[in-house]
């Protein structure tokens, strides 16, 4: 009984010494989790992660307008996208960094990315921010990058038309995320209706809030399917549509937006080659039937009259292409959002001159914004100097097919992944930005920091955690896009000022 008793004793005894031990152990494992990366001699230790194996990571998923663009039959456009291990020493980092922002730095082999900080303002001997305003960076020849669009507003009153801005762009400005808000501040102070361009089909009609789209009927032809689309009707709009029998489309003005409840002036541009017909209809009024000559030249169709609905049907005519409707005002302002979810921008530098001449005499541009960047960016990738002038040759060609309108270039905006268990910005959203700058630098147009306007370095951090952004840590969203465009028309504004405007 007593040997009984004993063996009882010492097999509790071995099992708690079992549980102490394995208490222990977590407790040593959990305090290896805790120590922080440490370097010398250029070596560095390996963060200790016991769930890496299990967890999931935000930057390994395939998040919506997040791939990488290739566009097939136009390699062309994307040569020498240039690796981590490159150095460009022809192109020299010429600039001084600003507080409390991120450097690039180039050394033999590859490059650094450090935090600095440094007592001036200056980039390219060009002021980035006066106070809380991010300013216009412009490297135009004789500091006029932004005249047109001044002239513009100055005159708006005599002007016969509102003053128009473009915004072209990839899946960070869908569904008028940034511009509907740059949209209706502006209208608030400039005057203006309605919400300028819209598509003819949208695969996502109830994701834009500031225009309820819906119709049927047409066949989408786009510049992410180059091999079928006919580049002779391309328009800056990057898209075209042919209807199939009885399409239609239908727009209706919302109360959620400011000024995009109605509008005075409802078009239609398209392209018929052969004689046809179109029918509109405005409000609750009767269609009405306009008879269309054919032409291979681009055309248009007008309703005036104040309303909140505009409707377009169009018959299957071969050789018919619909670049899209405009819904505006006959004065004050407006800004069209044309975004194309994956896409770079690199094709419009095969933009027809002619179709842009063209398209210029019915909606002409007073300024075009380029908001590209997102589908470029690789967080491996810190060398971007072939986009660059890439991008350059882009923006030379636009200032040549619009060379009444001025261009502006914006930056990419700030993006995190993360790294040792936490999210930071990717040190590639730098590198970029840089490499952006530098192409409105060569081009000699207007630069805007659209990530030192997210706040620069961990900018996105605090947009996601007031739910300004999605948790994809990439892209803004409605909330965001007002932050956003505030900073934008704030710089716009600080710019009208000087002029008195």
Same mark, same amino acid.
């Given at each position: 009984m007593k040997n009984k008793k004993q063996g009882n004793n010492s097999s509790k005894y071995k099992d708690g010494h079992v549980v102490a031990l394995l208490v222990l152990s977590l407790v040593f494992l959990f305090l290896l989790t805790q120590l922080p990366v440490l370097e010398w001699g250029g070596f560095a230790t390996k963060p200790v992660d016991l769930f890496s194996d299990i967890r999931v990571d935000e930057q390994d998923l395939d998040l919506? *307008? !997040?791939?990488?663009?290739?566009? $097939? *039959?136009?390699?062309? &456009? @994307?040569?020498?996208?240039?690796? =981590?291990?490159?150095? $460009?020493?022809?192109e020299p980092q010429d600039r001084q960094v600003v507080p409390d922002t991120i450097r690039v730095q180039e050394t033999a !082999?590859? =490059? &650094?990315?450090?935090?600095?900080?440094? !007592?001036? +303002?200056?980039?390219? @001997?060009?002021?980035?921010?006066?106070g809380d305003v991010v300013l216009f960076e412009d490297f135009s020849p004789g500091k006029n990058g932004l005249s047109h669009l001044l002239s513009s &507003?100055? $005159?708006? +009153?005599?002007? *016969? %038309?509102?003053? %128009?801005?473009a915004f072209l762009g990839d899946s960070f400005i869908e569904a008028d995320i940034f511009t509907q808000d740059v949209r209706s501040l502006l209208q608030s102070r400039y005057g203006g209706s309605g919400v300028g361009y819209v598509s003819m089909h949208s695969d996502f009609p109830g994701f834009r809030r500031s225009v309820i789209q819906s119709g049927e009927g047409w066949e989408v032809h786009s510049v992410l399917k180059p091999k079928e689309v006919d580049w002779k009707v391309m328009t800056l709009q990057q898209q075209y549509f042919v209807p199939l029998e009885g399409a239609t489309a239908q727009y209706r003005g919302t109360a959620k937006i400011e000024h995009a409840d109605s509008w005075a002036l409802s078009r239609f541009v398209f392209i018929a080659r052969q004689d046809c017909s179109v029918e509109l209809k405005i409000a609750d009024g009767e269609w009405q039937v306009f008879p269309v000559a054919g032409s291979h030249e681009?055309?248009? =169709?007008?309703? $005036? /009259?104040?309303?909140?609905?505009?409707?377009?049907?169009?018959? @299957?005519?071969p050789g018919f292409a619909a670049i899209g409707v405009w819904l505006d005002d006959v004065q004050g302002i407006t800004v069209d959002n044309i975004s194309t979810r994956g896409y770079s921008g690199l094709s419009l530098g095969a933009l027809s001159r002619e179709r842009a001449v063209q398209m210029d005499s019915i909606v002409p541009y007073d300024a075009i914004v380029l908001q590209y960047g997102l589908n470029v960016m690789t967080p491996e990738i810190l060398h971007y /100097?072939?986009? +660059?002038r890439k991008m350059t040759e882009v923006v030379r060609h636009l200032r040549e097919c619009y060379p009444h309108t001025d261009i502006i270039l914006m930056g990419v905006g700030d993006r995190s992944r993360k790294a040792n268990g936490a999210f930071v910005t990717m040190p590639a959203v730098v590198a970029l930005s840089e490499a952006q700058r530098r192409a409105a630098r060569s081009a000699g147009v207007v630069f805007w920091d659209t990530y030192e306007a997210m706040g620069g370095h961990n900018g996105m951090l605090d947009f996601v955690a007031n739910g300004q952004a999605n948790k994809d840590y990439t892209?803004?969203?409605?909330? /965001?896009?007002?932050?956003?465009?505030?900073?934008?028309?704030?710089s716009l504004e600080y710019e009208m000022n000087r002029e008195g405007l």
């Open positions: 919506p *307008g !997040d791939a990488e663009w290739q566009e $097939e *039959g136009m390699e062309w &456009l @994307n040569e020498g996208v240039d690796s =981590l291990s490159s150095v $460009e020493k022809d !082999d590859t =490059l &650094l990315v450090t935090n600095i900080s440094s !007592d001036t +303002a200056e980039v390219g @001997n060009l002021p980035r921010r006066d &507003l100055k $005159e708006r +009153a005599s002007l *016969g %038309r509102p003053v %128009r801005l681009i055309q248009s =169709l007008a309703v $005036e /009259g104040q309303t909140p609905r505009f409707q377009v049907r169009v018959g @299957n005519t /100097g072939s986009y +660059a892209h803004i969203n409605h909330k /965001g896009g007002k932050r956003l465009a505030t900073e934008f028309v704030k």
